[in-house]
T-cell receptor, first 109, second 115 residues
Framework: GQNIDQPTEMTATEGAIVQINCTYQTSGFNGLFWYQQHAGEAPTFLSYNVLDGLEEKGRFSSFLSRSKGYSYLLLKELQMKDSASYLCAALNAGNMLTFGGGTRLMVKP | DSGVTQTPKHLITATGQRVTLRCSPRSGDLSVYWYQQSLDQGLQFLIQYYNGEERAKGNILERFSAQQFPDLHSELNLSSLELGDSALYFC??????????????FGPGTRLTVL
């Protein structure tokens, strides 16, 4: 089966750094995605990791440890517009994406 | 704007009814995916079509069906609607058959309300 766990809510301050964790259990793991979703809008792609390690993309970085079934999304220099839900999703061998419940991030001034 | 279009944007209907949601993928994309997002369930994969053929099936109810047409647009049919079917329905598309390096682009969604 598939299981994705991530915190429900987080709060951080503008300009700070925040790390959103995700643990997963999936059969035939084929990679880990992070998506950003503003309320009532479509999810937008942030990152994809299939190998262990850190992928950096501007203010956002994503890390994967396959042996631990663990990933995190790191957001630096937080801006108010980063207030959104962040969805962790694992891809299985059948190319099916299983999403976690999402982490609602609130950025405060 | 992802390039994926969905109609209608909002749909209000009654229990027991049937509705059709429509999705046009990005130009050149061959795969279409349907997802349901409700408040208590998060984003749930329903079904994927690739170049007109069903490719993968998730937690799709028997009351729901989908198809992808020769012009690659897709329709999701929901019948015998129940209150619990109220949700946001997203369509996504990707260039290829799916997989890690085949990023999915999401449409704006159709908000279905069943009264």
């Amino acid at each position: 089966g598939q299981n994705i766990d991530q915190p429900t809510e987080m709060t951080a301050t503008e300009g700070a750094i925040v790390q959103i964790n995700c643990t997963y259990q999936t059969s035939g793991f084929n990679g880990l995605f992070w998506y950003q979703q503003h309320a009532g809008e479509a999810p937008t792609f942030l990152s994809y990791n299939v190998l262990d390690g850190l992928e950096e993309k501007g203010r956002f970085s994503s890390f994967l440890s396959r042996s631990k079934g663990y990933s995190y999304l790191l957001l630096k220099e937080l801006q108010m517009k980063d207030s959104a839900s962040y969805l962790c999703a694992a891809l299985n061998a059948g190319n099916m994406l299983t999403f976690g419940g999402g982490t609602r991030l609130m950025v405060k001034p | 704007d992802s390039g994926v279009t969905q109609t209608p944007k909002h749909l209000i209907t009654a229990t027991g009814q049937r509705v059709t949601l429509r999705c046009s993928p990005r130009s050149g994309d061959l795969s279409v995916y349907w997802y349901q997002q409700s408040l208590d369930q998060g984003l749930q994969f329903l079904i994927q079509y690739y170049n007109g053929e069903e490719r993968a099936k998730g937690n799709i109810l028997e009351r729901f069906s989908a198809q992808q047409f020769p012009d690659l647009h897709s329709e999701l049919n929901l019948s015998s609607l129940e209150l619990g079917d109220s949700a946001l329905y997203f369509c996504a598309s990707s260039p290829r058959m799916g997989g890690g390096h085949d990023e999915q682009f999401f449409g704006p969604g159709t908000r279905l309300t069943v009264l």
